[in-house]
């Protein structure tokens, strides 16, 4: 479970964990690239990290948001060539409102 958000230190611990899969990675000085499917499965091996919601930004990337039973988040953007960074993560995710108008509240 993440401890901190995403600020300088939990950006490079993230950023060494997608080092460990062995992915192509890109940085900048805000953001953690690497191919969707290698961050997808990353999130969903270090934190349990499920697809919440996913939107179009423009006609060329996609906006996911990504959160765990435990709270974690994480926002990827993915562009057409199919690159994905983390533009934001935290914790403290709470999705009991969607729950509520789901059923009808």
């Known amino acids: 479970m993440r401890k901190t958000m995403m600020g300088g ?8 964990g997608v080092l460990f899969i062995g992915a192509q990675q890109a940085t900048s000085e805000n953001n953690v690239c690497a191919p969707r499917e290698d961050l997808v499965a990353q999130l969903d091996a270090q934190f349990a990290e ?47 409102f969607t729950t509520q108008v789901g059923q009808g509240v």
Do not use: F
């Open 9 to 16: 230190a939990g950006l490079a611990a993230l950023a060494a």
């Open 50 to 96: 499920r697809q919440k919601a996913v939107g179009l930004l423009g006609e060329q990337a996609v906006m996911e948001v990504y959160a765990s039973d435990q709270g974690s988040w994480t926002i990827l953007s993915t562009d057409t060539d199919g690159t994905s960074c983390i533009i934001a993560a935290g914790e403290g995710w709470d999705d009991t």
